[in-house]
């Protein structure tokens, strides 16, 4: 499995940005895909991430009521929509997926692809 991840980009604070993630395969077990960021100088952590069953997504608290995720099956991609972006945003994006999973997990160590990230900047 091959991920590409892209949207990234330099935007003002209280922008949106749409990053999206392509897999290079489909398939019939459940899976989850899961956007993870890091800042410069901190640990990557979990942003957000959905399972292939429509139904079930997670959330970090920052991201809660700002970030969505969402996908588009026959595109066979994920997306990351950030709306009202702040500095503190800033961080390259990587998305990944954790195959066989029926929740999604936060920590990075349980998935097993990632792509390769995407930087996104806020600031003014």
């Known amino acids: 499995v091959q991920l590409q991840a892209s949207g990234g980009g330099l935007v003002q604070p209280g922008d949106s940005l749409r990053l999206s993630c392509v897999h290079s395969?489909?398939?019939?077990?459940?899976?989850?895909t899961a956007w993870f960021r890091q800042a410069p100088g901190k640990g990557r952590e979990f942003v957000a991430g959905?399972?292939?069953?429509?139904?079930?997504?997670r959330y970090a608290d920052f991201a809660k009521g700002r970030f969505t995720i969402s996908r588009d099956y026959a595109k066979n991609t994920v997306y990351l929509q950030m709306n009202s972006l702040k500095p503190e945003d800033t961080a390259v994006y990587y998305c990944?997926?954790?195959?066989?999973?029926?929740?999604?997990?936060?920590?990075?160590?349980?998935?097993?692809?990632w792509g390769r990230g995407t930087l996104v900047t806020v600031s003014s």
């Open positions: 395969e489909r398939t019939v077990t459940y899976y989850a």
């Open positions: 959905a399972i292939n069953d429509g139904e079930t997504t």
């Open positions: 990944a997926t954790d195959l066989g999973a029926r929740r999604v997990q936060a920590m990075s160590r349980a998935y097993d692809y």
